[in-house]
């Protein structure tokens, strides 16, 4: 099983970047996928989940400005991010809680994509 980050990049503060992840191999079914980041010197967080059913969960500072989506179809999640400030720039990673023929529930990562966010 991998997953796939692409999309990340350098936009101005304000701007918008999109990610997705596709995640792939012998996939039986996926629960949870969400996103996390990584800042320089920083712990990694929490920054948004979704369930397979389509509930959201966000960290308080992404609210509002950030979306979480998924394509059950495609095993893949989106984060549709607005207004980016400097304050977002991390290397974003992608997770998914899912089932692996023949293996238990397990929690796979993405390699992560860098998001800076400057003028």
């Known amino acids: 099983v991998q997953l796939q980050a692409y999309g990340g990049g350098l936009v101005q503060p304000g701007g918008s970047l999109r990610l997705s992840c596709a995640a792939s191999g012998r996939i039986f079914s996926i629960n949870d996928m969400g996103w996390y980041r990584q800042a320089p010197g920083k712990q990694r967080e929490l920054v948004a989940t979704i369930t397979s059913s389509g509930t959201t969960n966000y960290r308080d500072s992404v609210k509002g400005r950030f979306t979480i989506s998924r394509d059950n179809a495609k095993n893949t999640v989106y984060l549709q991010m607005n207004s980016l400030k400097p304050e977002d720039t991390a290397v974003y990673y992608c997770?998914?809680?899912?089932?692996?023929?023949?293996?238990?529930?397990?929690?796979?990562w993405g390699q992560g994509t860098q998001v800076t966010v400057s003028s």
């Open positions: 997770n998914a809680d899912l089932f692996a023929y023949g293996l238990p529930l397990l929690s796979y």
